[in-house]
């Protein structure tokens, strides 16, 4: 079983950053991948950007691509989303998502996520 919790979202402006932190919750270590998704109000859940265990294989949605980033740190069992240039359109729920343990490449479909945090809102303002 492994619980996620976000942290660091927010009210921006257009044009400014964000940091958004997943932290994971498991008593193994076992690798697995992790990963964002968004869902604004009325539209359907989409991928953003997801990261291998070993932090090597990130993958990003083409909307997000060049503005931003995806990172791990095994360590202290948590994953990071960097927001940069951020746009009215990403405003949404971003909710962070794990694979089962045991399974390190990352994915772009929803359902190939077993396990998910309760969201945490970024609004962009014009």
């Known amino acids: 079983q492994v619980q996620l919790v976000e942290s660091g979202g927010g009210l921006v402006q257009a044009g400014d950053s964000l940091r958004l932190s997943c932290a994971a919750s498991?008593?193994?270590?076992?690798?697995?991948?992790m990963g964002w998704f968004r869902q604004a109000t009325g539209k359907e859940r989409e991928f953003v950007a997801a990261i291998g265990w070993s932090g090597s294989t990130p993958i990003a949605a083409d909307s997000v691509k060049g503005r931003f980033t995806i990172s791990r740190n095994n360590a202290k069992k948590t994953i990071y989303l960097q927001m940069n240039s951020l746009k009215p359109e990403d405003t949404a729920v971003y909710y962070c998502a794990a694979r089962a343990p045991m399974r390190p490449t990352p994915r772009v479909r929803d359902s190939e996520y077993d396990f998910w945090g309760q969201g945490t809102q970024v609004t962009v303002s014009a």
């Open positions: 498991t008593r193994t270590s076992s690798n697995y991948a």
